[in-house]
């Protein structure tokens, strides 16, 4: 079974930045892409940002690309989110997901997910 525990969210003023961490439990962390989704109170869940298995591929939604950088630490079993440029727009819960190709998670196809942070973004 894979665990994700999300954490580092919190709450910042606009323009400024945040980093999210997903760190992974079990041996698989390696053999999973990785991605980044949010969702604000009644709002759809939206794809924010995946990095595939050796990190070498990321693709952003649009609304963040630019501002936000997707990275992993495979020896540390840990995905990053850096958040900069922050707006208030980007008030959500913040959920950290495993798929099976970048490409897949892009789509909405989820293995496994965290229980999510809160990031609150104040004008």
């Known amino acids: 079974q894979v665990q994700l525990v999300e954490s580092g969210g919190g709450l910042v003023q606009a323009g400024g930045s945040l980093r999210l961490s997903c760190a992974a439990s079990g041996r698989t962390f390696s053999s999973a892409a990785m991605g980044w989704f949010r969702q604000a109170p009644g709002k759809e869940r939206e794809f924010v940002a995946g990095i595939s298995r050796s990190g070498s591929t990321t693709y952003y939604g649009d609304s963040v690309s630019g501002r936000f950088t997707i990275s992993r630490d495979n020896a540390k079993n840990t995905a990053y989110l850096q958040m900069n440029s922050l707006k208030p727009e980007d008030t959500a819960a913040y959920y950290c997901?495993?798929?099976?190709?970048?490409?897949?998670?892009?789509?909405?196809?989820?293995?496994?997910w965290g229980r999510g942070t809160q990031v609150t973004v104040s004008s």
């Open positions: 997901a495993t798929g099976f190709t970048v490409i897949r998670l892009r789509q909405g196809a989820y293995d496994y």
